[in-house]
Every structure is written in structure tokens, then in C-alpha cells.
């Protein structure tokens, strides 16, 4: 059974990082595009980043570009997501998934998906 738990989210400052990991279980990730997207009260979910199943491209929303980074260790069979500099507006429900295609960074090209964790950025 495919499964994605996601962890790592809390409270922190503005400013401040967290490192967001997501293991996954009953399949190997490097055969698979993987992706982190979140979700604000009130919004649609969003892609953040992406990486191509062949690990070739690796695409990030604009609005985090400079401050997040994608990576996957393929030997834990997990993905990370890095966040520095966080701000307010990032706060979100964050999500990884995965799917054998994913050809674009968007929530439709994901089939699996993880339950989320919450990320809150507050003084």
C-alpha cells in the first residue's frame, strides 16, 4: 500500500526555517515525481515545488523561489523540503505527494498524497 506521512511542520518565527520531510512506504520514490504543496484557510491548494520523476527538473512557485529547496534521498525513501526566511504568507497545511507522471507541479497531476502538516509563521 502507498503511503506518505509527512512531518516536521510547527510554529516558528518569521525568519526562521523548518525542514518538512515525507517518508514514504509500499513504493520506491525515485520512480516517481514528487511534489510539496500547501493549503491556506480559504485557498486552493498550491504547488510549492516539484521534482520530475528523472530528478531533471525541479520547478518552485515564485513566491518561495530563493527561500525553499526540494531534495529526495532516495536510500530513506523520503523527500525534504528546506524553508528559510519564512514568512506570515506561508503559513499552510503543507502536503507531499506523488505520482508516476506528474508532468506539471499542480494538485491534478497527483495521485497520492500525504495527510499534511501544519506550518504556522507568527511572532
Known amino acids: 500500500q502507498l503511503q506518505l506521512v509527512e512531518s516536521g511542520g510547527g510554529l516558528v518565527q518569521p525568519g526562521g526555517s523548518l525542514r518538512l520531510s515525507c517518508a514514504a512506504s509500499?513504493?520506491?520514490?525515485?520512480?516517481?515525481?514528487i511534489g510539496w504543496f500547501r493549503q491556506a484557510p480559504g485557498k486552493e491548494r498550491e504547488g510549492v515545488s516539484c521534482?520530475?520523476?528523472?530528478?531533471?527538473?525541479?520547478t518552485y512557485a515564485d513566491s518561495v523561489k530563493g527561500r525553499f529547496t526540494i531534495s529526495r534521498d532516495n536510500a530513506k525513501n523520503t523527500v525534504y523540503l528546506q524553508m528559510n526566511s519564512l514568512k506570515a504568507e506561508d503559513t499552510a497545511v503543507y502536503y507531499c505527494a506523488a505520482d508516476r507522471m506528474g508532468r506539471k507541479c499542480h494538485p491534478a497531476d497527483f495521485g497520492s498524497w500525504g495527510q499534511g502538516t501544519q506550518v504556522t509563521v507568527s511572532s
Open positions: 509500499g513504493f520506491t520514490l525515485d520512480y516517481y515525481a
Open positions: 521534482l520530475s520523476r528523472w530528478g531533471d527538473i525541479t
